[in-house]
């Protein structure tokens, strides 16, 4: 009787999520929301592979805060600020991409610059905008639920141009994500292609920061795709695998957040650290258990 009970309660418990899930279907501001969380699951999870396995991580983060210098100067001169951080950032990646190539300057020092120099920027365009200062939390933290037509056109745009690219020229951007020195041998144009990825990795990195905010962005593109190479090396299941720990882990994180009433950004973030634990925990347990079979045998 007591088991039969625990068992209807638990039915009725999940029943009444799943109606409440789809409630909130009924408003505009969430439909856009899972829209922006699939479509940085996609763009996050292609791009966030190319970073992992290229070790990028580091110009990513400089990428991430660099922007935020777009942000003031277009604040200042009361244009769109997407539109500036992606304008600073491609600048700036290209600029890393260039000094680091091109001069004596060592990567890790162009990157520590231009990292200085956006969040300087961006912070003294702020205080010079006149009127009151405006507030920058949705692009410091995120604001998934917030996000809206026009920024789920540009997330499209951008997931269709990563798509055809990396479908495109899958074989020539393996080759330059592990091996430069063979790619270069079999004449693929290794500058080109760094060029153009920095810049979508720019992209990437702007278009989704009102998803998780300039803070936590980078960790999106790292998260899920360190989660996916506990379990493959090959380029292609990573990406797959980190798209789909993206999606779990953003919605997980859009309806707890809502729920909650916490910052959205910072619960789909938690969330992918939580995923991250409990993989890294089955990956020990498979080594184990191997292990323990071989000496078995």
Not at 77 to 85: D, M, R
Not at 122 to 130: L, Y
Not at 225 to 233: E, H, V
Not at 243 to 266: D, E
């Amino acid at each position: 009787m007591f088991h039969t009970q625990c068992l209807e309660n638990i039915i009725t418990t999940i029943i009444n999520m799943t109606e409440s899930i789809f409630h909130l279907f009924e408003y505009e501001f969430f439909r856009n929301a899972v829209f922006a969380a699939l479509l940085a699951s996609l763009t996050c999870g292609v791009i966030g592979s190319y970073i992992v396995a290229k070790r990028m991580v580091f110009i990513s983060g400089g990428i991430t805060h660099a922007s935020f210098g777009g942000i003031g100067i277009a604040y200042y001169l009361g244009l769109n600020p997407i539109l500036g951080a992606a304008v600073f950032s491609i600048l700036s990646a290209l600029g890393i991409e260039y000094v680091s190539g091109k001069t004596n300057v060592r990567e890790d020092s162009a990157i520590g610059i231009l990292w200085s120099l956006g969040m300087a920027v961006g912070i003294i365009f702020v205080f010079m905008t006149p009127g009151y200062a405006p507030n920058l939390m949705s692009y410091l933290f995120g604001s998934i639920l917030t996000v809206g037509k026009i920024d789920l056109w540009l997330m499209t745009a951008l997931s269709a141009v990563i798509l055809v690219f990396f479908v495109r020229f899958y074989h020539s951007i393996l080759f330059i994500a592990f091996d430069e020195e063979y790619a270069r041998s079999h004449r693929v144009s290794v500058n080109l292609f760094k060029y153009v990825l920095i810049s979508l990795v720019a992209l990437t990195i702007v278009l989704n920061i009102r998803v998780v905010g300039i803070i936590l962005v980078i960790s999106f593109l790292t998260i899920p795709q360190s989660t996916a190479n506990l379990f493959t090396n090959n380029l292609k299941r990573m990406m797959i695998y980190a798209t789909i720990i993206g999606v779990i882990g953003s919605l997980s994180g859009i309806y707890i957040s809502y729920y909650m009433n916490i910052p959205s950004g910072a619960t789909i973030i938690f969330v992918f650290v939580i995923i991250f634990g409990i993989a890294k925990a089955i990956q020990t347990g498979m080594v184990e258990w191997g292990i323990r079979k071989q000496i078995r045998q």
